[in-house]
Every structure is written in structure tokens, then in C-alpha cells.
């Protein structure tokens, strides 16, 4: 199968790519730099040569801008990246009938805690962020074979990006932490969750689906676990709120995965081997 992986260097990209090409498929990237084509997702021009171009099996848009500070102060810039390509998309795959994936956020609950969301929860949009990734969903769904994945992801890149690399540089060097005990989340590294997504895709799987963590855990909890899996001391952390970050965002993002789990007929990892699969691969970089 011929797979085209938009933002295929990303922190989530690189983890498709790879398992792709595990899979047996060839893998096709899109980005801005680094990949097969060039180019920012959000040219329309540019996506649908590369579509006529590459004529893939599959599509799977993993480009997206996720700076919630970049998407309030370019709104324009949040919806052509993070919505209008999910429609280019959904054109093709009906032109086509051709099947494509659409990787979402997480950031459309707030105000309950650690509870765990099912896909017919109510959304609360706060943010540019959550607005232009929601436009994105409904795009997306439009079309009959596209599935939309749910998530919240952690995972290691070459330049060091990404909030794992942060969180256990920061216990390996001693670094003082502020540990948000308010801020949910249901996160699942990158390569879980690119094998179970290659997995739905095996299984037929189109519509909307949480693919994550079965557990939710508040940031504070993740990180005690991240130390716990490397068996390293939190020095000097402290507890806080993520209320005052600025732009607001949602902060009770957990994720129920049950229809996901069903779909795939096993159970989507916990909390605990989530943190020692980022171990694992952190030790390895």
C-alpha cells in the first residue's frame, strides 16, 4: 500500500512513517522541510499535486500547528493548516474512494476533572487551537472513509521538541518542577499509538475514535510515573495549576478509548506502560 504521511518529519509523523514501512507499505512524507514533498500543508495547490503525484492507498494528515500562542495570534494561519487541508481531503477520498486519516487533539473538554470522554461528548472550543482543529473533525467526517483519530500524544524527535524529551531531561538534570496537579489527559506515545492506528485502518475502521491512553492522569501524575519508570527522584517539585496559562485551554482532556479498544479487540496501554515505553525510547536516543 502506498501511504502519503502529511507532516511526516513531526514528532507523531516520524512514528507513522516508520510504522508504515514496518507494515510493509511505502511510505510517502509531506512537510515543510525534510521529506519527500515540501511544502506547507495548508497550500492547497501544493497537497492536491502531491495527491495527483503520489496517487496513495491512503492519506494521513498528521500536520498541524499545535502552538496555542501561534493559532491565537494567526487565526488565519490555525484554520488553513489545522481545518482546510481535513476538506481537500475529504474532496479527494470521495473523488476517489479511496480511505484517509485525520489525526485530531484532545482539547475539547473542560471543567470535570479526570473524567474520561466517550466520542458523543459535548465540546467546549477555547481556544483557535481547539476551533480550527474541531473544523478540521467535521471536514474530515464529511467524507464516508475518513476516520479521525482523537489523541494526545508524546513521543522524541532529532531537535528535541516535544513535552516527554522536556519532562525526563528535566529529572535527569535535577531541574526543579512545577507539576500541574488540574491539567487531565490521556496521553499515549507515538509508536502505540501509529501501530493501533495502522490497526484501525487493517480493521475498516472510519468515523470518529479516541485513540490514546485507557488512562487518564493528570499531568502531575504522568511525570511522577515518568520518574517512577526511570527510576529517578523528583527534586524540589512543586504542585500548581495550568488555570493561569495563557492562552486558556481546556483541562480535562481524558479520553474514554472503549470504541476503539472494541474495535481492535484488545486493550489500549495504561498509564504505567506508556511512561516506560518513553523511557525506554528516550534511553535509546
Not at 514496518?22 to 511544502?39: L, W
Not at 484554520?79 to 482546510?84: D, E, L, T
Not at 466520542?119 to 483557535?128: F, G, I, K, S
Not at 511525570?223 to 517512577?228: F, S, V
Amino acid at each position: 500500500m502506498n501511504v502519503l504521511i502529511m507532516g511526516g518529519t513531526g514528532l507523531l509523523g516520524r512514528a507513522l512513517a516508520s510504522e508504515a514501512r514496518q507494515c510493509g507499505h511505502e511510505a510517502v512524507t509531506m512537510a515543510r522541510t525534510g521529506a519527500d514533498f515540501n511544502f506547507d500543508a495548508g497550500a492547497e495547490s501544493a497537497l492536491k499535486s502531491a495527491l495527483n503525484t503520489t496517487d496513495p492507498d491512503l492519506v494521513i494528515n498528521a500536520a498541524a500547528l499545535v502552538s496555542h500562542e501561534a493559532c491565537e495570534k494567526d487565526p488565519a494561519a490555525a484554520w488553513r493548516i489545522n481545518a482546510h487541508p481535513a476538506l481537500v481531503l475529504a474532496n479527494w477520498s470521495r473523488e476517489t474512494n479511496r480511505p484517509f486519516v485525520h489525526i485530531s487533539t484532545d482539547h475539547y473538554f473542560d471543567g470535570d476533572g479526570a473524567r474520561a470522554h466517550d466520542e458523543t461528548a459535548p465540546v467546549v472550543l477555547l481556544n483557535e487551537y481547539a476551533r480550527s482543529k474541531h473544523a478540521g473533525e467535521q471536514y474530515a467526517l464529511s467524507a464516508g472513509k475518513a476516520l479521525v483519530l482523537r489523541t494526545a500524544i508524546a513521543g522524541f524527535h532529532p531537535d528535541g521538541r516535544g513535552f516527554a524529551a522536556w519532562a525526563l531531561n528535566a529529572l535527569a538534570s535535577g531541574e526543579p518542577l512545577t507539576l500541574f496537579e488540574d491539567y487531565y489527559g490521556s496521553v499515549i506515545d507515538t509508536r502505540a499509538f501509529a501501530a493501533a492506528a495502522f490497526d484501525l485502518v487493517q480493521a475498516g475502521a472510519h468515523g470518529l475514535y479516541n485513540l490514546a491512553s485507557r488512562e487518564v492522569s493528570s499531568k502531575a501524575d504522568f511525570i511522577r510515573a515518568l520518574a517512577e519508570a526511570a527510576a529517578m527522584d523528583l527534586k524540589d517539585a512543586k504542585s500548581g495549576s495550568a488555570k493561569a496559562l495563557e492562552p486558556r485551554r481546556a483541562l480535562s482532556l481524558g479520553l474514554d478509548v472503549g470504541k476503539a479498544e472494541h474495535k481492535l479487540g484488545h486493550a489500549l496501554p495504561d498509564r504505567k506502560t506508556v511512561c516506560a515505553a518513553l523511557v525506554r525510547q528516550w534511553k535509546d536516543i
